[in-house]
């Protein structure tokens, strides 16, 4: 006992009023490191040991902001830089639907903060053993007592005097308590080391068996392996090794209609439109119209996209160029393509692209709409009104 | 307890409280009148923004002190009689809603029932908007919040004198009752007063909204008024730091809490992008809105979060006063945001008019008022609460 080195002098009190009225007087007798513990949080406590504000809000106001700041610019990165990313047709920097992350970030960040700051500061981390650890006092605050301590490293302390000065208090009882002894870190032990090198090996020899070995175990393989032929697998029964067989020369599928003017430049004189413009057929064309057209010309053809600049806008159909177009030039566009534009003819079938055009021919003249077409239009309204 | 006693002594409010209440309200009078003759329509919008301030005020302090009994909350104890005081305001509801009846018509599209049969949606609703039903039921509900004023304030004063803890207990049961009864009307008034003037809108938080900037205006409402008292010496000596310390944490919390429940509506809206709401935003983004709309983020949410934030501005009583003042005008803005925008005259396009401002000058002389008259009455401690002793040794 006697080289060990005194840590503080440990105080008991049996009831709350005593060491609040403890704490006051060792403030007033000019003691400055001392501290109380007590079973539970005490009302005034802060004030009796003339305790300033904790200065650990700063932590969470400043990990609670960067925390904000990160968030969201990593969002913006994210949605508005790196990879964009349409949601429910919001714009890309879409920021009230950041902030419930913003908030929860924040108070993540900031919770986390403070508990890591309080355990760091006040446990002085990475050392967490404390004198106090492990003594009869502090099973006795931490069950029905009030503890009070006062440090050895106090400027005015002198045992004989804080013992006096306890014991006047109304201390029922007193302890000295002692730095324990030092202890030996053994983190560089050898023995030690190759535990960590021998955990390290299992865990990863364990997960690379399992997820590259293990998890491709077949449990059954009855019908993964056949005597049969997949596609594009070579065979040795033909003579040129391939497994595939190309048909007959000259066969064609199905309802293939061949169009031969593929690649031809202005191929109008031998194509004219079959269809006449009837209801049935106008409906087929717009419905086609507004599925394949419609994204890159525009609802109504005006080459206003409805692509918001994702891909090349298509041209307004209501040029003068395209009104005079013949219905050949606009059906051998559609299926052979045009500059940006692909080719339609696998997703249209030949009907569809007729009635197509003559629903484009609708909206034409729907933009070019005469007088003597409103008058027209008022006239039918006002019988169907009237029927 | 005798100690306590001791520490407060009943003392009149000076003359000038009165005098600045009584010219306060009488300019106010003159120039209101005034406005409902320059353009009655417009005054009719604004006397209604400055009627539900009012009403914030007188509510939200009756909530105030069924919430301490609710909570058994001790702190609250040395100041409840301010929220009582304010509380007293809440009969004068019924007289000064006289002149929004006679003007419904130019509040809201729903009381022409000329208009409503033109239209399938307002038809469908006529069942509950229609102007009989509404003037009862706001009758009904001021006339509940009074009787429970009645009740809860008869016990309390009747406390200064027999100090009997019996009462404290009744008071609980009536605040508990209340509690439930106040979330049904707070919210049938937000919907009746403010939700209506757009017939077609609709938010199902709308009544939380407005019970959040309540209670926040009425907190303030006490802070400021407790914090001049104690500046003056009328409240009780032993009132200190942590006292305010706890007003100031409620109205951060209050902060906190609307800009939570406002941010909640917007987001829905924005998201569902649906025209039957979104209209309702775009009206206070539209023709010059948009400034006071941001205004009123910055200040009624990041100024007084910011300022609210730290210790110490919890504990300064300046910077405290300050905040309180600064929480009135702007939960004054916030029902200004929620009201005149609706005005469809003026094709929601802003305009500035001296009218609006003309009202809260009356409102807050009546509230003086109010609040002076009681304390010639009434203790501004309730000496008798058994609460007390324990509330003034509050500490932290």
Redesign the interface.
Same mark, same amino acid.
Request: charged fraction near 15%; avoid cysteine; charge should be neutral.
């Given at each position: 006992m006697a080289n060990k080195k005194l840590y503080s002098l440990a105080a008991l009190f049996k009831t709350p009023d005593e060491i609040i009225n403890a704490a006051k007087k060792t403030t007033a007798a000019g003691y400055k490191k001392f501290d109380v513990n007590t079973p539970y949080p005490m /009302? &005034?406590m802060?004030?009796a040991m003339g305790m300033g504000?904790s200065k650990i +809000?700063f932590v969470t %106001?400043f990990f609670g902001l960067s925390g904000a700041t990160f968030i969201f610019l990593f969002m913006w990165w994210c949605y508005a830089v790196s990879y964009n990313l349409v949601v +429910? &047709?919001?714009p890309f920097f879409a920021a009230?639907?950041f902030?419930?992350i913003t908030f929860e970030i924040t108070v993540l960040f900031g919770a986390i903060s403070t508990v890591v700051g309080m355990i760091a500061v006040y446990f002085k981390l990475p050392d967490n053993a404390h004198p106090l650890h492990d003594t009869e006092y502090m099973k006795a605050v931490s069950a029905d007592k009030y503890g009070l301590v006062i440090e050895a490293e106090d400027e005015k302390f002198d045992k004989a005097e804080v013992t006096e000065f306890l014991k006047k208090l109304g201390a029922y009882k007193i302890d000295s308590i002692y730095f324990p002894e030092p202890e030996k870190y053994r983190m560089f032990a050898p023995k030690f080391i190759l535990f960590l090198i021998v955990v390290a090996a299992l865990t990863s020899g364990l997960t690379y068996v399992t997820l590259n070995k293990l998890m491709y175990i077949t449990p059954f393989d009855w019908m993964d392996y056949q005597s049969k032929l997949s596609a594009q697998e070579g065979s040795s029964i033909f003579a040129n090794g391939e497994g595939m067989r190309p048909p007959v020369e000259g066969t064609i599928a199905r309802g293939y209609m061949p169009y031969p003017y593929k690649g031809e430049a202005n191929p109008t004189q031998v194509l004219s439109n079959p269809t006449i413009p009837t209801k049935p057929i106008l409906d087929l064309g717009k419905r086609k119209f507004l599925t394949f057209c419609s994204p890159c010309h525009g609802n109504f053809g005006n080459g206003d996209s409805r692509l918001q600049g994702q891909f090349p806008s298509g041209p307004t159909l209501h040029s003068e160029k395209i009104i005079n177009y013949p219905d050949g030039r606009i059906y051998h566009i559609i299926t052979d393509g045009q500059n940006a534009m692909p080719s339609y003819a696998r997703q249209i079938t030949r009907d569809e692209r007729w009635a197509i055009i003559d629903y484009i021919r609708v909206l034409q003249r729907a933009e070019n709409a005469k007088e003597s077409d409103l008058k027209l239009a008022n006239k039918e309204s006002v019988s169907n009104v009237q029927n | 307890m005798s100690k306590i006693e001791s520490g407060y002594t009943k003392e009149n409010l000076p003359l000038s409280v009165q005098k600045i209440g009584m010219i306060l309200a009488g300019i106010g009078l003159v120039l209101g009148v005034a406005g409902f003759l320059v353009n009655s329509y417009r005054a009719s919008y604004a006397y209604l923004v400055s009627y539900l301030f009012f009403l914030s005020i007188a509510v939200g302090s009756l909530f105030l002190v069924a919430l301490e009994y609710a909570a058994n909350a001790d702190w609250s104890t040395p100041f409840r009689r301010i929220s009582e005081f304010f509380a007293a305001a809440l009969p004068l509801l019924l007289i000064f809603v006289i002149p929004l009846f006679f003007n419904t018509g130019k509040l809201f599209l729903w009381s022409h029932s000329s208009y409503i049969h033109s239209d399938s949606m307002l038809e469908a609703k006529s069942a509950y908007l229609n102007t009989p039903f509404f003037m009862v039921r706001v009758i009904v509900i001021i006339l509940i919040w009074c009787a429970f004023y009645w009740l809860i304030t008869k016990n309390s004063r009747k406390q200064d004198s027999v100090q009997d803890q019996l009462l404290t207990k009744r008071n609980i049961t009536i605040s508990v009752i209340f509690m439930p009864i106040f979330a049904v009307t707070i919210t049938l008034i937000a919907v009746d007063w403010i939700m209506s003037l757009e017939s077609k809108w609709f938010s199902t938080i709308f009544g939380v909204y407005l019970f959040a900037g309540v209670v926040w205006s009425s907190l303030a409402a006490l802070t400021l008024t407790a914090l001049i008292l104690k500046g003056k010496g009328y409240l009780h000596s032993a009132i200190g730091k942590d006292h305010f310390y706890s007003l100031g944490t409620l109205m951060f919390a209050f902060t906190v809490f609307w800009g939570y429940i406002a #941010?909640s509506q =917007?987001?829905l809206v924005? =998201?569902g992008?649906l025209p039957d709401e979104t209209f309702w935003y775009m009206q206070r983004w539209d023709g010059g809105w948009k400034l006071i709309s941001l205004l009123l983020i910055v200040t009624h949410f990041i100024v007084p979060f910011f300022g609210l %934030?730290? =210790?110490?501005a919890k504990t300064n009583f300046k910077r405290l006063k300050f905040m309180s003042i600064w929480i009135l005008c702007v939960h004054f803005l916030d029902l200004y945001w929620l009201i005149i925008p609706s005005m469809s005259r003026t094709d929601h396009i802003y305009s500035f008019s001296w009218i609006d401002f003309v009202y809260p000058i009356f409102f807050v002389g009546i509230l003086i008022l109010v609040f002076n008259k009681m304390t010639e009455k009434t203790n501004l401690v309730p000496v008798g609460d058994p609460k007390l002793e324990r509330g003034l040794n #509050? /500490?932290?």
């Open positions: /009302h &005034g802060d004030r504000q +809000g %106001l +429910g &047709g919001k009230p639907a902030i419930p | #941010f =917007y987001m924005w =998201y992008n %934030l730290s =210790y110490e #509050f /500490h932290l």
